[in-house]
């Protein structure tokens, strides 16, 4: 047992209390942003005349020291220290003495670790912002070579209009852009530095509270240094941002798996992310798709687990607050590795298109069009959707198709139909057509198609501040 605080406490701390109380074990992930943290505190205090120039040259040095050797291995984040924090602490105590004692002048674990995990918070944001978009180039690209590949669009997972591959990508373009706008947003609310908040409220010592932010990349101080302690919303935020990640991925998993299967045969998973069965041997399961869609549980889950710690704190710092960190590190981990998994299995995925088309010739998904031929003829919609309702039962019933008729069995249920229907049924032009803003035909997706390949241009990590943190300068 290592702590910071002995000298109130006549007895020892229990063992069990102890372990309980830790939290080095997964703190531990915070080790670079707590010396980063560390650093720019030590270089305002002394700009303050709080510590000497010397005092802050040795800890710098110092806690520079730690960094390289836990980097390099040849130190230890040892688990007999209570949180990641006082591993640090003690570390540098041990290496440059007395100096090393005035590190935490004006601070408190209670701003310390609120800053460590803003800056890790901030960092994952934009590891999976960057992944987000290797997503979105695949994505594209496959959009951008299979605008003529038809298939059927679905409503209630029954064939509805002809669509194309392009189309049906481009609705998960929107989507996972939608998801990095989301992550935009919280990186620039969540942008604020809460060091020197103290332990709630304030310090009496004359901190430069804009300086520490700048180094940092920040775009200023918190204002208020009770919230600062105990605002975790941007965990939340980005808790939330993470499930409405999984859950657009986990729903292009259950296509991808529907269109894998047998009876659809859309798609062939490549044999590097599929598994076999120990004793089928003719299957070839689509695991990874499948997985990533069950994982979407676990992160709803630390979304929820975080707002429940959340709901009754009263103000300011609990230690129910710890809680926030397994659940999120969770979270943050799984999203990453599955947009990984996700992206290298759509990349290879070959797609057949030959039984998109039949598939969507065969179903009825150019009733809508038929029906407006019709209208085109004159026939109100209305009635026109009777007529078309009726030659689909008689196709049904005659086990066909409404483009495979005879012009006379068409003329028997309506006498506007003539032979122009034909064409104006196929699949080509059932599609083509649609021109409408964000509908299929070619013409509409090569506009849509431009806009956002200008979007994916558009990086907005460089021009965030705090990508490339102050302290690494110093
Ligand atoms: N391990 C703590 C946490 O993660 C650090 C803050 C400790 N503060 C305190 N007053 N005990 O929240």
Redesign the pocket.
């Known amino acids: 047992m290592a702590q910071l605080w002995g000298g109130r406490f006549t007895k020892d701390t229990d063992q069990m209390v102890y372990d309980f109380n830790a939290?080095i074990n997964f703190?531990k992930r915070l080790f670079h942003q707590d010396i980063e943290g560390s650093i720019a505190h030590v270089v305002m205090l002394a700009k303050q005349g709080i510590l000497t120039l010397g005092e802050k040259d040795s800890i710098i040095k110092g806690l520079a020291g730690i960094r390289e050797d836990v980097d390099k291995g040849l130190l230890a984040i040892s688990p007999e220290y209570e949180?990641i924090h006082s591993f640090v602490e003690a570390m540098l105590i041990e290496r440059i003495g007395e100096a090393g004692k005035k590190l935490h002048t004006g601070r408190s674990?209670?701003d310390q670790?609120a800053l460590d995990m803003k800056l890790y918070t901030r960092l994952q944001i934009l590891k999976t912002d960057e992944l987000l978009k290797e997503l979105l180039e695949v994505i594209l690209d496959t959009m951008e070579r299979n605008l003529e590949t038809y298939m059927p669009g679905f409503t209630h997972l029954q064939k509805a209009q002809p669509t194309t591959l392009a189309h049906h990508y481009g609705a998960y373009f929107e989507m996972f852009k939608r998801d990095r706008l989301r992550l935009k947003d919280i990186y620039a609310r969540m942008n604020y530095c809460p060091l020197g908040a103290g332990a709630l409220a304030g310090t009496t010592y004359p901190l430069d509270r804009s300086y520490t932010s700048s180094l940092m990349g920040f775009e200023g101080p918190t204002l208020n240094s009770m919230d600062s302690v105990s605002d975790r919303d941007y965990l939340i935020e980005f808790l939330a941002a993470l499930s409405t990640v999984m859950m657009h991925l986990s729903r292009f998993c259950e296509e991808i798996i529907l269109w894998n299967s047998n009876e659809y045969q859309f798609v062939e998973i490549d044999d590097a992310y599929s598994t076999g069965s120990s004793i089928m041997p003719q299957k070839k399961n689509p695991d990874i798709a499948e997985l990533v869609r069950g994982k979407t549980g676990r992160v709803y889950g630390a979304l929820i687990s975080l707002l429940t710690t959340m709901k009754a704190l009263p103000l300011a710092?609990n230690?129910d607050?710890?809680e926030d960190?397994e659940v999120s590190f969770d979270a943050m981990d799984t999203v990453q590795s599955c947009l990984e998994l996700f992206t290298g299995m759509v990349k290879t995925m070959k797609f057949r298109t030959d039984r998109m088309a039949d598939s969507a010739l065969n179903g009825f998904a150019n009733a809508t069009d038929a029906a407006d031929y019709l209208v085109n003829k004159g026939v109100p919609f209305r009635d026109a959707h009777g007529i078309i309702g009726k030659l689909v039962l008689y196709c049904i019933e005659k086990n066909t198709s409404i483009d495979a008729l005879t012009l006379e069995e068409l003329r028997a249920v309506s006498d506007q139909f003539g032979p122009d229907l034909y064409d104006a049924v196929s699949l080509k032009t059932c599609v083509e057509k649609r021109l409408t803003a964000g509908a299929p035909g070619q013409e509409a997706m090569k506009k849509v198609i431009a806009v956002n390949k200008k979007y994916l241009k558009d990086d907005w990590i460089e021009v965030l501040p705090g990508y490339v943190t102050g302290t690494e300068k110093v």
């Open positions: 939290s703190d949180d674990r209670n670790v710092y230690k607050m710890q960190k």
